[in-house]
């Protein structure tokens, strides 16, 4: 698992590989004049602004110039590598008509020659932009049923849960989310869990657009402590959990809290939903009940972790390779249902689903038809225990941290009438605390373990190894442990050997397509290992 800062999940993609900047068809907004911005958003004109300024209409905001279709404002803001204002001339002679900078933007545009479009100043371009791009796109989110979840794990699977029952309904849906971004049929490659202001608002305005009738969407930590989603309040808000992760960025896990917590008040959301089988969970109702009275319920998968619950589930049973359950209103209404994934942290993922559209204002008998005709709460989530064969079953998917990963093996357990091998490796360049707990996790959960490469970055992959192999050693001495360096190399001889009736779990990179080695990007998708050596193992040749 990868991304730049080794936390988001956002792809790896620089374009060195594959181009993640495969484009969605934007939707054009109307022209708005300039004179018309200064006044409700506090903004100057650089200069004098030039003749007419004030005339000049724009039509949307982009706050990178490789976004700029024609007629956009530049927002040009400073980061945490360069200066936005450093690619305003690549945006005005890609068709911006205007720049909007910060006074640090207007000091790098003065020693250069004029642009030839009017330049306007805020001292704050990022606390105004949500705003500035909602009302440039004609406030899109007013239009469009939204949904949001957040939480450490679970988000990607429950907003794929979330679109999979909407659609069941005949409702049109739009995604955003780690995986991929999607309009009704049409899907690109993600690059942030959550986007930045700008092309968001881009975004709602093309679902609008296309005549998409109900936004799902993840909203990550840093996405709420950026102000990525101002002004959006969303319809419906879910929270799955919260564990350790990300204090790259927020310094305590009571921020990583707070941020998360923005999400239940009610400048974010008019109705939430509250997972309260963990502390933090249990917490935030807690908060939700003086910050957000009467709007935020909670909902307990399992008995005795929180007094009287709103929602809960009920008459859990095995079904399939899933689960069915019955969720219970303390008001009465009931929904059975089930979902096709594995894992108990699946029926958590599905009843937060099932209970946000609920809390939607959907009838429970008609969503429970709804559902049954579309085999439950069971989305094909890209990289999420994603199972490609079955026999030996063979499942991807994205766990990358000790808690995911002990998750996804107690999952297979109980179905897995042979031997449980894991194929995993850690990432390198990044949180090197997780490797002994992984090693440890996986030497107890599988039977066999292949330790191999995931995304290695700037570290020596056999390093990153070694450190992963002593530990499972170190831990469970006569554990089948083994190495195989080369991930193809190691998925094609896992799948090449197993039984019948074994399940093999390929862990940690998911739905990711890119490799970092030494810095530079490789092509490795772990679905497509998978296949090739299934073809290879049928007697094909692949
Ligand atoms: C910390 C963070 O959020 N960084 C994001 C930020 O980068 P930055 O501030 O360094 O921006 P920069 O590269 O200095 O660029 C400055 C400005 O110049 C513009 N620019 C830049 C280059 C260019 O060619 N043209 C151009 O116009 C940029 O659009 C930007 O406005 O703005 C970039 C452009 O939008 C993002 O790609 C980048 O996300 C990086 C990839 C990232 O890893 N973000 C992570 C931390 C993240 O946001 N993760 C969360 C959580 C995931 C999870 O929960 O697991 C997420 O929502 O994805
Ligand atoms: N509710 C959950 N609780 C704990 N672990 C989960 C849960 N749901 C999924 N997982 C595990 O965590 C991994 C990541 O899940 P998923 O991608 O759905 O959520 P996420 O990590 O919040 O989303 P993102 O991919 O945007 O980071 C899964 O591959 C699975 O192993």
Known sequence: MTAPDGRGAGNDNNGAVTSSRQKLRTAVPPPRRLGDLVGPFPLTVAGAGGPGWADVTVRGVRADNREIAGGELFAAHTGGHVHGARFARAAVDAGAAAVLTDP???????????????????????????ELAATLYDRPAD????????????????????????????RRTGLIGTVEL???????????????????????ATMVAEEVDDLVMEVSSHALALHRVDPVVFDVAGFTNLTQDHLDFHATLD?????KAELFTPARSRRGVVLVDDDWGRRLAERSATVHPGAV???????????????????????????????????GRTLRTRTGLPGDFNVANAALAAAMVLESGVDPATLGDALAAAGGLSP???????????????????????????????????????????????TGSRDRSKRPEMARVAVDGADVVVVTDDDPHDEPAEQIRAEVLAAARVHVPDATVREIGSRSEAIRTVVLEAGEDDTVLVAGRGHETVQEIAGVDHHLDDREEVRAALVQRAGGHS
Do not use: C
Not at 147 to 169: P, Y
Not at 381 to 410: C, S, T, W, Y
């Open 297 to 331: 319920v909670t909902l307990a998968v399992h008995d005795g972790t929180f007094e009287d619950p709103d929602w809960r589930v009920r008459e859990v049973a095995a079904d399939g390779t899933g689960t069915a359950f019955t969720l219970v209103h303390r008001d």
């Open 143 to 170: 239009r469009l049923g939204t949904f949001a979840v957040t939480g450490t794990n679970g988000k990607t699977t429950t907003v794929f849960m979330l679109e999979h029952a909407l659609r069941a309904l005949g």
């Open 255 to 259: 921020e990583y809290f707070d941020a």
């Open 182 to 204: 999607r309009v009704g049929e049409h899907a690109v490659p993600a690059t942030l869990t959550t986007p930045q202001p700008a092309d968001l608002q881009a975004l709602l």
């Open 104 to 130: 640090a933007g207007e000091r790098l545009l003065a020693g250069d020659d004029p642009l030839g479009v009017p330049v306007l100043v805020a001292d704050d371009v990022p606390a105004l932009l949500g």
């Open 380 to 426: 094909q989530v890209p990289g999420r225990m994603e199972q490609l064969a079955d026999a030996p079953r063979v499942i991807v998917d994205f766990a990358h941290n000790p808690g995911a990963l002990d998750k996804a093996l107690a999952a297979l357990r109980p179905t897995t009438k042979g031997r449980l091998v894991l194929v995993f490796g850690a």
